[in-house]
């Protein structure tokens, strides 16, 4: 499986947010991060099959109801290793392809530590407070 890039630009993260669900619900894609570009545009950033990556772009594109909070689109078929090399800086996932992945072995199990036995409190008391608020004057007078 090649990995293709698909890559949405907005203004705005709520529409990013945006756009990014509903390209995640409408194809296979992984979200690889995204990146805060300045000036208030925000770039997320796709992978997956070529097919899956260009329905998710144009579903996630469709789906923000003003297209002035749309900067731009773009959708790479297997790009080059030097272009998602630049990409490293991402917030979010690495970007590889996920048969690419290692397989991580499981972490060893961590024995249970018994927690030590709290020493028993004294009990709480509480003290009155004298009340040293000044008498009320006015008011609504009290009937007899």
């Known amino acids: 499986m090649n990995l293709s ?3 949405i630009e907005t203004y705005g993260l709520t529409a990013a947010i945006h756009a ?14 995204y990146k805060k570009i300045g000036s208030g545009l925000v770039s997320v950033f796709f992978a997956g099959e070529i097919s899956a990556v260009k329905t998710a772009i144009d579903s996630g594109v469709a789906v923000i109801r003003q297209p002035a909070f749309i900067k731009g689109q773009l959708v790479i078929a297997r790009p080059e290793k030097q272009v998602v090399a630049l990409l490293t800086g991402l917030k979010g996932k690495e970007l590889t392809p996920p048969a690419a992945k ?25 003290t009155p407070v004298a009340d040293n608020k000044p008498a009320r004057t006015g008011g609504k007078k009290e009937s007899k």
Do not use: R
């Open 5 to 7: 890039l698909g890559v």
């Open 20 to 33: 990014a669900d509903a390209a995640c619900k409408s194809a296979a894609v992984t979200v690889l991060g």
């Open 102 to 126: 290692v397989q991580q072995e499981p972490p060893a199990p961590v024995a249970e530590v018994a927690a030590p036995q709290a020493e028993a409190a004294a009990p709480i008391v509480e």
